[in-house]
C-alpha cells in the first residue's frame, strides 16, 4: 500500500505511556491534540508529513531520503535521517541536546497507517485511518 495520502487518527496503543518514558511532563500529556490528521506526500525521494491538529496548527516537516536534517519534537530540536524500504519509512532523530534519541516507522496498510514510536525506554503507537 502506498505511503502517500491522508489520514485520520483513530487511537493509540501506548503511546501516553511512550511520552512518560520520554520524560514528557503529564500536563503536555494531558493537552495532547489527539484528533488530528496526517498528511503524507512522495515526491522521489522528497518527503512532507503535515500534522494537523485539532486546534488548526500544523506541524510540518520536509525532508530528502537519505540525507539529515532539523526536526522538533516538542520544544525539543533533533537531526534527524529518513530511510524508505518499499512503502515503510523510517525516522531516526538524535536530541541535540541531549542523549536521546528516538525511532518513528511510518507503517502504511490498505486501511491506514500505524506510526510506532521507539526509544531504548518504550515504543508506543499512533493509528490513522485513510481518508
Known amino acids: 500500500m502506498a505511503l502517500a495520502g491522508k489520514y485520520v487518527h483513530v487511537k493509540d ?4 505511556d ?3 518514558s ?3 511532563s503529564e500536563q503536555i500529556i494531558q493537552n495532547r ?3 488530528s490528521e496526517l ?3 512522495v515526491n522521489g525521494n522528497n518527503v512532507t508529513i503535515k500534522h494537523i491538529l485539532s486546534d488548526g496548527n500544523i506541524r510540518k516537516i520536509e525532508f530528502e ?3 539529515e536534517f532539523d526536526e522538533k519534537m516538542g520544544d525539543h ?3 534527524s535521517l529518513a530511510s524508505l524500504e518499499g512503502n515503510i519509512l523510517t525516522i531516526s532523530s538524535k536530541s541535540t541536546i541531549s542523549s536521546k534519541s528516538v525511532t518513528k516507522t511510518y507503517v502504511p496498510s490498505a486501511n ?3 506510526v510506532i514510536h521507539k526509544s531504548a525506554k518504550g515504543e508506543g503507537k499512533i493509528i490513522f485511518k485513510r481518508q
Open 77 to 79: 530540536p533533533h537531526k
Open 13 to 16: 496503543e501506548g503511546f501516553d
Open 33 to 35: 491534540k489527539k484528533d
Open 112 to 114: 491506514g497507517l500505524e
Open 22 to 24: 520520554q520524560e514528557v
Open 18 to 20: 511512550f511520552l512518560r
Open 65 to 67: 531520503i537519505g540525507k
Open 39 to 41: 498528511e503524507i506526500q
